[in-house]
C-alpha cells in the first residue's frame, strides 16, 4: 500500500543552524503534503503544506520544496531556534479525500 | 486552547474492559478523524466521519467502534477485542476533505492494566 518514509528519525543541529527534514512517498496520485510539529505533550499543529502544482513554498524561516518527479518533499527551517525542537511529521494525501499517509516522525533537538 | 476537546487525558483500563473517549469540537466542522499515536509511528488513522450519522473506517479500525450522532460530537470506544490498545489517541476536525488542516485535541492516553 501507500507509504510515506521520513528522514532522519532525529536531527540534532546547533542553534542558529539549519535544518532539513525529508520525506518519501509512493503514490502518485499524492497532491497534498503538510507538514505537522508536535511539541513535547502537545497536540500537532499545522506549520506549512504544498500542493503539487507548485515547487516550493516559504513562511518565514521555514521552507518546503517539493519534487513531484522523484516523489520526495522537504521540510527546512533557517537559524533555528529552541523553540523549534518538536517532532515533526509530514503526510501526503492519497486517493480517499479524507485520508493522509503519516510519516514516522523526525524529533528535532536545538543545541544552545 | 478551544475549538477540539478530548476527555479523559489519562485513561487506565483493565483487559477485557470497553472504554469510550470523548471528542467534542465547536469550530462547525463537518469532518472528524480518530488517530492513534505509538513512539516512532506516525498517526494511523482508525476512524473518520465526513458528516453526521456517517463515518469510515480506516486503517486500523479493528477493535474500535464509533458514532457520529451530532456534529460536535465523535466518541470513540476501544472494545475488548483490541488487542493492544494502550496508546496515545487523537482526536481532530477539518472544514472537509483532508486536503485542509487538521485540528487536533490534545489527546488521550490510555493504559491497559
Known amino acids: 500500500g501507500e507509504n510515506v518514509e521520513q528522514h532522519p528519525s532525529t536531527l540534532s543541529v546547533q542553534e542558529g543552524d539549519s535544518a532539513v527534514i525529508k520525506c518519501t512517498y509512493s503514490d502518485s496520485a499524492s497532491n497534498y503534503f503538510p507538514w505537522y510539529k508536535q511539541e513535547l505533550g502537545k497536540r500537532p499543529q499545522l506549520i506549512i503544506d504544498?500542493?503539487?502544482n507548485v515547487g516550493e513554498k516559504k513562511d518565514q524561516r521555514i521552507a518546503v520544496t517539493l519534487n513531484k518527479t522523484a516523489k520526495h518533499f522537504s521540510l527546512h527551517i533557517t537559524e533555528t531556534q529552541p523553540e523549534d525542537s518538536a517532532v515533526y511529521f509530514c503526510?501526503?494525501?492519497?486517493?480517499?479525500?479524507?485520508?493522509?499517509?503519516w510519516g514516522a516522525g523526525t524529533k528535532l533537538i536545538i543545541k544552545p | 486552547d478551544g475549538g477540539i476537546t478530548q476527555s479523559p487525558k489519562y485513561l487506565f483500563r483493565k483487559e477485557g474492559q470497553n472504554v469510550t473517549l470523548s471528542c467534542e469540537q465547536n469550530l462547525n466542522h463537518d469532518a472528524m478523524y480518530w488517530y492513534r499515536q505509538d513512539p516512532g509511528q506516525g498517526l494511523r488513522l482508525i476512524y473518520y466521519?465526513?458528516?453526521?450519522?456517517?463515518?469510515q473506517k480506516g486503517d486500523i479500525a479493528e477493535g474500535y467502534s464509533v458514532s457520529r450522532e451530532k456534529k460536535e460530537s465523535f466518541p470513540l470506544t476501544v472494545t475488548s477485542a483490541q488487542k493492544n490498545p494502550t496508546a496515545f489517541y487523537l482526536c481532530?476536525?477539518?472544514?472537509?476533505?483532508?486536503?485542509?488542516?487538521?485540528?487536533f485535541g490534545e489527546g488521550s492516553r490510555l493504559t491497559v492494566l
Open positions: 481532530a476536525s477539518s472544514t472537509g476533505a483532508s486536503t485542509g488542516e487538521l485540528f
Open positions: 466521519s465526513q458528516i453526521v450519522n456517517d463515518f
Open positions: 503526510a501526503a494525501s492519497t486517493g480517499s479525500n479524507y485520508q493522509l499517509i
Open positions: 504544498i500542493r503539487s
